[in-house]
């Protein structure tokens, strides 16, 4: 059963980046495709983008383009996700999650999310 | 990208069912099958309960069931435990530059 283990807890000033890791064990990984959602303080969930290890395809919501990179390493079966250019608004908990290569559907299973701080 | 509409919050008590709804438009939830959904516990991450509107995942309690009817999906809850007190979100394909949108949330709560 895979498991998606992240990276730990960052605090980062405004107009810094922040990369954040999610390491697979246990499954198959290059099959998949990873997506990256974030959850502000009692707020909901919001789908920032995701990659397809196998093909090195990554795709992002409007929202972020320009502002936020997925990549993978294959050999390591982890995924990243670096944010630029952080505000206060960026602070949340960032999960990474699994799901199918041929469309944005279901997410399965998720990591235990990595709270991102900004602030000055 | 509208984030898909929830009721804020819903109740029921023990061994009773209740409903979540889940309403977006025909570019999304209307007009594909890809609607999920998900519960989450306060502190921690989400976990997948239903997926493609109906389908239960390996270990999920056949408590759980999901439906769709033109633009809204439904996630229903039967016979209601204590440990289903929890936050649920619904997401849905959507064939917007943004592939994916989720609902705002449901505070369900066991009386």
């Known amino acids: 059963q895979v498991q998606l283990v992240q990276s730990g807890a960052e605090v980062k000033k405004p107009g810094s980046s922040v990369k954040v890791s999610c390491k697979a064990s246990g499954g198959t990984f290059s099959s998949y495709a990873i997506s990256w959602v974030r959850q502000a303080p009692g707020q909901g969930l919001e789908w920032m983008g995701r990659?397809?290890?196998?093909?090195?395809?990554?795709n992002y919501a409007q929202k972020f383009q320009g502002r936020v990179t997925i990549t993978a390493d294959k050999s390591t079966s982890t995924a990243y996700m670096e944010l630029s250019s952080l505000r206060s608004e960026d602070t949340a908990v960032y999960y990474c999650a699994r799901g199918p290569t041929m469309i944005v559907d279901w997410f399965d299973p998720w990591g235990q999310g990595t709270l991102v701080t900004v602030s000055s | 990208q509208s984030a898909l509409t929830q009721p804020a919050s819903v109740s029921g008590s023990p061994g009773q069912s209740i409903t979540i709804s889940c309403t977006g438009t025909s570019s999304d939830v209307g007009g594909y099958n890809y609607v999920s959904w998900y519960q989450q516990h306060p502190g921690k991450a989400p976990k997948l309960m239903i997926y493609d509107v109906s389908n239960r995942p390996s270990g999920v309690s056949n408590r759980f069931s999901g439906s769709k009817s033109g633009n809204t999906a439904s996630l229903t809850i039967s016979g209601l435990q204590a440990e289903d007190e929890a936050d649920y979100y619904c997401s849905s394909y959507t064939s917007s530059s943004t592939p994916a949108v989720f609902g705002g949330g449901t505070k369900l709560t066991v009386l």
């Open positions: 990659i397809i290890p196998i093909l090195g395809i990554a």
